[in-house]
């Protein structure tokens, strides 16, 4: 997990909350604006899921709401609370999908908070560990999460902290490397 600096509402959100105060994320009146959502958050992340960090297009990807949207018989005041909105990948055993309607805001490691990423160790054999709420919540450290990180790893080890700043953590680049969260980790660690 890498900190998200969230940017400004997008204009097209803030019309639609003004014009329709009493609507939700999943109000019909809602769902043609889901799909720019998606674009605004993908190009946020630069391209990388909120939680595992891998790769994440149109395709591959869901809006998250970090506090639920219906967590249990009532529907969240913050469905459309863009603070609350993350892109997160639509694997079905990890992540925001993995998460579903359960939270616990006092055990919940946010990837919206700016300390959340020295909540975080990754080790070479693909291994996340840390803050255990959070991991177990998210699954983490299910098998093809870790193999993808231990990739990323073994990569690293062939080259100086300066090549990897050079190829991996260019700041300019529109999309981040697949699993940064390990690559920074590993520079910074």
């Keep these: 997990m890498i900190y998200i600096e969230k940017s400004e509402e997008p204009e097209f959100l803030s019309e639609f909350k003004r014009k329709n105060p009493d609507k939700t994320y999943d109000s019909?009146?809602?769902?043609?604006?889901?799909?720019?959502?998606t674009d605004v958050l993908i190009k946020e992340q630069k391209g990388i899921c909120a939680y595992c960090c891998g790769r994440?297009?149109?395709?591959?990807?869901?809006?998250?709401?970090?506090?639920?949207?219906?967590p249990g018989k009532y529907v969240s005041k913050?469905?459309?609370?863009?603070?609350?909105?993350?892109?997160?990948?639509?694997?079905?055993?990890?992540?925001?999908?993995?998460?579903?309607?359960?939270?616990?805001s006092d055990k919940f490691v946010s990837p919206l908070e700016q300390e959340c990423e020295k909540k975080f160790i990754y080790y070479g054999n693909g291994t996340i560990v840390g803050d255990e709420y959070t991991i177990n919540l998210l699954n983490?450290?299910?098998?093809?999460?870790?193999?993808?990180?231990r990739a990323v790893y073994?990569?690293?080890?062939?080259?100086?902290?300066?090549t990897i700043k050079l190829v991996y953590m260019n700041?300019?680049?529109?999309?981040?490397?697949?699993?940064?969260?390990?690559?920074?980790?590993?520079?910074?660690?």
Aim: with cysteine.
């Design 140 to 149: 983490l450290n299910d098998y093809e999460l870790r193999e993808a990180r």
């Design 171 to 189: 700041e300019q680049d529109e999309e981040y490397q697949p699993y940064y969260n390990v690559i920074k980790w590993y520079v910074n660690g």
């Design 154 to 162: 073994q990569q690293l080890q062939h080259l100086d902290k300066e």
């Design 56 to 70: 994440i297009k149109k395709e591959n990807v869901h809006n998250e709401h970090i506090e639920p949207r219906n």
């Design 78 to 104: 913050r469905s459309l609370d863009y603070s609350n909105l993350v892109a997160s990948c639509n694997t079905i055993r990890t992540c925001g999908r993995k998460k579903e309607n359960k939270y616990d």
């Design 28 to 37: 019909e009146e809602f769902a043609h604006y889901r799909g720019i959502l």
